[in-house]
């Protein structure tokens, strides 16, 4: 078995509308039954993404707030990868009219059209942040944080290399954790630019198209993409 484990993204690929249909969680517990682990690398924090994804615990790892936090839904622990930015830029979002803010564990997090506003408050208050962007999500998050190096501290507690993990995702922000996976996958509905750098893009949308990738990986551990794979060398950058 070349590939020990899927990674995939929440919204927009397992989930439409935020929610997850049966059959695609039916799919997710026969990668369990494969052997192979199962990580979910989302740009939600951890309660957010309970409230609405009563499966989270077919899941070995969860990267939550884009890379930023790292829970065990078996066991509920959850450990930062990143510090929280300070109080006073949530209170000068808050004093320029930024509405709404979600603040999580290391994630500070708004939607357009506010993100001019964030970019001029961390510029204002001298801070090393960052912002990251998920179609209409505005994501700040220290420097150098992502769904990459979020992926990588959850490989490392589970023991594997992501040279056996497939990724699939949709948007702008999985960019950074399908370039560490040996095989990237984007759903239908992905964005042009993630297509084009995929590995492989399904035929079918959202949770259909994470189906049909697990059924292409239980039947033949994705033989099939080798002579596809050269896109390490050559397709994302910064690798």
């Given at each position: 078995m070349r590939y020990m484990a899927l990674a995939c993204?929440?919204?927009g690929t397992l989930a439409l509308d935020g929610q997850v249909n049966e059959e695609t969680v039916a799919a997710l517990e026969r990668v369990r039954d494969s052997g192979r682990k199962l990580l979910l690398v989302t740009g939600r924090e951890v309660d957010d993404l309970l409230t609405v994804f009563p499966h989270a615990h077919l899941f070995d790892r969860i990267v939550a707030e884009n890379g930023a936090l790292l829970s065990v839904p078996a066991t509920g622990t959850e450990r930062p990868l990143g510090e929280r930015p300070p109080e006073a830029f949530v209170q000068a979002l808050r004093a320029r009219d930024v509405r709404p803010i979600s603040v999580g564990r290391?994630?500070?997090a708004t939607w357009h059209p506010h993100e001019n506003t964030v970019l001029e408050t961390i510029r204002d208050l001298g801070l090393e942040l960052q912002v990251i962007f998920n179609k209409g999500a505005v994501m700040v998050l220290p420097s150098g944080v992502n769904k990459a190096t979020g992926l990588s501290a959850a490989l490392d507690e589970l023991?594997?290399?992501?040279?056996n993990v497939v990724g699939i995702g949709d948007a702008e922000n999985d960019h950074a954790f399908?370039?560490?996976c040996e095989c990237a996958v984007a759903v239908a509905n992905a964005l042009p630019m993630l297509q084009e750098r995929a590995d492989w893009v399904t035929q079918r949308e959202h949770g259909g198209g994470v189906i049909e990738c697990i059924n292409q990986l239980l039947a033949s551990d994705l033989r099939e993409l080798e002579p596809?794979?050269?896109r390490h060398a050559s397709r994302w950058s910064g690798r």
């Open positions: 993204d929440y919204d290391v994630i500070v023991g594997l290399s992501p040279h399908l370039s560490l596809q794979l050269e």
